[in-house]
């Protein structure tokens, strides 16, 4: 009964945990519209998830959040000093193949993500075949050391997440 309501539970409590912090302010009507979305959305999108994806551990998401969160900081930071201080002949903006071992579509697209959104680099292409993903870098002087920053530093987390 539960799984048809809630075809994806953890879709559900994200979609509450957001509107919630959308709204900024506690109030029941608040919470009732939450949940009204959090078992409409997933029931409406539930034709387009075929399979639901796999997470074999899901409190290991809390320290990846936690360390993308501190990343963006960081590299904020990185790339004001890059746009403010740098001479721009001194800029080395690279392309950079990345091979990725990523089997799930969902682990795929969140490392993706997790590059876009930390400043100065960006996800622009993924291979039709799904192994490497090309990434702009606003500032490469070694581009081998970004590529295996991020296998080491976000796939091989991604890979015990997803199992």
């Keep these: 009964m539960l799984r048809r309501i809630f075809p994806h539970p953890v879709l559900s ?3 509450v945990i957001l509107w919630m912090l959308l709204v900024n302010r506690f109030a029941l009507g608040s919470l ?13 999108t539930a034709a387009w998830w075929p ?4 997470i074999a551990r899901p ?4 320290p990846y959040m936690a360390l993308v969160l501190w990343d963006v900081i960081v590299a904020n930071i990185q790339v004001a000093k890059i746009v403010l ?17 990523l089997e799930s579509p969902e682990a ?6 997790t590059i876009t959104m930390t400043p100065g680099t960006l996800t622009a292409d ?18 081998d050391a970004i590529r295996d920053d991020i296998k ?3 796939e091989a987390r991604l890979k015990r997440i997803f199992g």
């Design 126 to 143: 993924i291979a039709s075949d799904g192994k490497s993903l090309l990434i702009h870098s606003l500032h490469a002087p070694d581009p």
């Design 13 to 15: 409590v994200t979609l």
């Design 51 to 54: 399979d639901r994806p796999r």
């Design 32 to 44: 009732v519209m939450a949940v009204i979305l959090a078992i409409a959305i997933p029931l409406m």
């Design 85 to 101: 201080f740098m001479p721009s002949d001194q800029i080395r903006s690279a392309f950079i193949t990345v091979p990725i071992d």
């Design 152 to 154: 080491t530093r976000y």
């Design 108 to 113: 795929i697209t969140l490392l993706a993500g």
């Design 59 to 62: 409190l290991a998401l809390i």
